[in-house]
């Protein structure tokens, strides 16, 4: 479990929160006119290698999650794993099923890997755009593709910040 | 002017090479800043902001600043207050920094420390791998900072820019002195930026009323800006000539940004026992008895604010009316019956300690004029790094109201001056010596000592050793303040000089000698012109020297050509070619360059 919070921190913390919020802030900026630069090249640097590196990554994390952070995994450590082995047969599987009900793992999951697949199309779809456009960067369209891009950003950063309170609980 | 933040945040102020520092150039475009740091990744940014909201400087606070593969990487506690204190140095010490001053710090909490690896290095360039100390909420690097600076530069303003949720950081940055957070990945950071700045920042005024920089004007201008936030009233203090109204105006402005408000200015000295009344709380108009009305001054402003300059001086029957208006919030006018309710902020002025018994000042009056606060205008002897700004904008302005007038600049010497005056009318004071100096002196281009008449003309002139070769020199020279004094003295001197036959045997043969004093001394005549006429620059602050108009001053004529001046000054220096060192040596190359040709 500590590697993969430290996964999921690093990944929220370093690449989302760090690169691609801000990136997707600096599209904007770049599309609305207020900044001077190369907006493919610019989205490129900022957005799509960024993106390119982390789904994978998330992709992983949110398959991970459940087996990483399962409290089954405290029978295998003192004091539980003492418990007698007819207790062993039941309680660990209990114990997971009521926290996976509990906390609704696998809808965090699932999505989660919403989110990522929703990126996986949206950030592609932003790049031909940006193409079709071919230099003519100050559009409503980009703007508001931007925009749609910066939310779904925000909203994936928020979502791997809410398994922080549910572990705790 | 832009102003100027520091940013201290390892991410931001770090060096990768070749503008990789993506994550710069994307906060520059998230905030619209201009970076001004001047390093390698300022100088490499693929864009442009457009209309920038500030210039940024970053800073790591960690060695190495460019650290890479196989360096271990530090804080640097030192490094970042040498940083800090290149924008922040002492009012004393300001004419001597060239760097701007800073308008807040933003300061980053988690710094990373230890090995760059492959693997932080791949994650991100230049960053280290961390170590458990530097994610302590307790430890943040962020706050040792924030103690340094808070204990070195009290006045500073200091802001939290972190990724950290601000539940987890807010007592420990707030007990330590910031005065805000704001969270780098909040999508409405870059508008919480400038209300931090507007509210927090060392902002000089945009629109040119208050000219200057140093730290007491800006304080005070913040102390306005803050208090611009409600419509509680405000007092102001200062000295006279400190610029009272035009706070009292800028006060206004700032809150009257969104829309219009009246702005109603007197001073309380007019206000007589018979008349106050009338003047303050208006006329009742009266049909039957043909008494027309008239609208009062706190009507005027009704909506707006009324400015009551001199407040000392308004007598215990206006201060008793005052009072009630404060306190019930309406008026009845003169012969009215119905009392009508106001809204109306009252600033109020006052160069007298106020509070104190002996002034006659009713304590519960002037608690209810400062219930938004009290902004003191800071001396003009205590801001004396403005003394240059305030003065050029009085020359500026006085040629603007002479047409065809000539730029004119103030010589090095007489900026001297002015720096050094204590000016008890304080910037009043420093308008009417200029505007004095032009209107005597209408036809120069340069403003000399002589041409300034400071303290109403009480000045000394003295006579005063000269230093600078005692060994050969036992001369005194006249050194003096006031040049039209000096030179009154010298004319003087010169025309009392005579010859009686009883002495004359003795000058015999010492005709050359005669002649190389004389030369000396217009030599020295013209060392004087030349210092007071150095073309000062920001390149060049010490001047350079400008024989043109040194020759223009010595000689009264402006319409003397270059090629005259020089050849001049090829005549005056040639005797003493040979002694000639500084300013003079250097003048004579000049005229040598311009006008080879040997001077008949």
């Known amino acids: ?169 | 002017m832009l102003p100027h933040l520091l940013i201290l945040d390892d991410l931001f102020g770090r060096v990768v090479s070749g503008g990789q520092n993506v994550d710069r150039q994307n906060l520059c475009a998230n905030f619209l800043w201009y970076d001004a740091t001047g390093d390698d990744e300022a100088k490499a940014a693929t864009q442009k902001i457009l209309k920038p909201t500030a210039n940024a400087v970053f800073f790591r606070a960690q060695t190495p600043v460019a650290a890479k593969v196989g360096d271990v990487v530090e804080n640097d506690l030192q490094g970042a207050l040498e940083v800090i204190r290149r924008g922040w140095v002492s009012e004393s010490d300001f004419e001597r920094s060239a760097h701007p001053r800073w308008a807040m710090v933003l300061l980053d909490l988690c710094f990373y420390t230890g090995h760059v690896t492959e693997e932080s290095n791949r994650r991100t360039p230049g960053m280290p791998e961390g170590r458990p100390l530097d994610e302590r909420s307790d430890t943040y690097f962020g706050l040792t900072l924030l103690d340094a600076i808070h204990k070195n530069c009290p006045e500073l303003p200091v802001f939290i820019l972190s990724s950290k949720p601000r539940h987890e950081v807010s007592l420990e940055f707030s007990r330590r002195g910031a005065l805000g957070f704001i969270a780098r990945d909040d999508l409405a950071a870059p508008e919480l930026m400038e209300k931090a700045l507007w509210h927090h920042g060392l902002l000089a005024d945009t629109k040119g009323e208050f000219v200057g920089n140093s730290l007491p004007l800006l304080l005070a201008l913040r102390e306005a800006r803050r208090a611009g936030g409600h419509r509680e009233n405000v007092l102001i203090k200062g000295e006279r000539g400190t610029g009272k109204e035009l706070m009292a105006h800028y006060l206004h402005q700032v809150a009257s940004s969104e829309r219009e408000r009246p702005f109603v200015s007197v001073n309380s000295a007019v206000f007589t026992p018979n008349l106050f009344a009338s003047e303050l709380f208006g006329i009742q108009p009266r049909t039957a008895t043909g008494v027309e009305g008239k609208i009062g001054l706190i009507a005027a402003a009704n909506g707006g604010d009324l400015f009551l300059d001199e407040i000392a001086d308004m007598s215990p029957e206006v201060q008793a009316s005052v009072l009630r208006v404060l306190q019930e919030r309406n008026l009845t006018p003169v012969g009215g019956r119905q009392p009508i309710s106001v809204d109306v902020r009252f600033l109020s002025a006052t160069n007298v300690e106020i509070e104190d018994a002996g002034v006659g000042f009713r304590a519960d009056l002037l608690d209810r004029l400062r219930t938004g606060g009290t902004i003191s205008l800071p001396r003009l002897r205590d801001r004396r790094s403005d003394i240059p700004l305030l003065a050029e904008q009085f020359v500026r302005q006085a040629e603007a109201q002479r047409p065809g007038s000539h730029e004119r600049q103030i010589t090095k010497d007489a900026m001297a001056l002015l720096l050094d005056y204590e000016w008890p009318g304080n910037i009043r004071e420093l308008r009417s010596v200029i505007i004095d100096a032009i209107n005597r002196h209408a036809d120069v281009e340069f403003l000399v000592p002589a041409h300034l008449r400071i303290g109403n003309g009480n000045r000394v002139t003295t006579v005063v050793e000269k230093e600078e070769k005692p060994a050969s020199s036992t001369t005194p020279a006249l050194v003096s303040d006031n040049g039209d004094e000096a030179l009154n003295r010298f004319l003087q001197l010169e025309n009392s000089v005579t010859f009686d036959q009883s002495g004359a045997v003795n000058w015999a043969g010492r005709l050359d000698e005669l002649q190389l004093s004389h030369a000396k001394l217009l030599a020295r005549y013209l060392q004087a012109a030349l210092a007071a006429t150095r073309r000062i620059t920001p390149d060049n602050l010490s001047g350079r020297v400008q024989i043109h108009p040194a020759i223009k001053l010595i000689t009264g004529d402006s319409s003397i050509s270059a090629s005259k001046a020089a050849d001049l000054v090829k005549r005056l220096l040639a005797p003493i070619e040979s002694e000639l060192e500084g300013d003079l040596r250097e003048a004579y190359q000049i005229a040598i360059r311009l006008r080879p040709k040997k001077p008949k």
């Open chain 1, 1 to 169: 479990m500590p590697e993969w919070n430290e996964l999921r921190a690093r990944l929220n913390h370093d690449l989302v929160k760090n690169r691609l919020i801000p990136g997707t802030t600096r599209m904007i900026r770049i599309v609305s006119g207020s900044v001077l630069a190369d907006p493919l090249e610019t989205f490129d640097s900022t957005i799509a290698t960024v993106w390119t590196e982390t789904s994978p990554s998330l992709q992983l994390l949110f398959d991970t999650c459940e087996s990483a952070l399962s409290p089954r995994k405290y029978f295998l450590v003192e004091p539980l794993v003492h418990c007698p082995p007819s207790t062993m047969e039941w309680l660990p599987d209990i114990i997971h099923e009521l926290w996976l009900e509990r906390h609704d793992i696998p809808g965090w999951c699932s999505t989660g890997k919403l989110l990522v697949e929703e990126l996986d199309t949206a950030v592609p779809n932003a790049r031909n755009l940006l193409e079709l456009n071919n230099g003519i960067s100050q559009t409503v369209d980009l703007v508001e593709i931007f925009l749609d891009l910066q939310k779904r950003t925000t909203n994936l950063s928020i979502h791997l910040s809410l398994i922080e309170r549910k572990s705790l609980l």
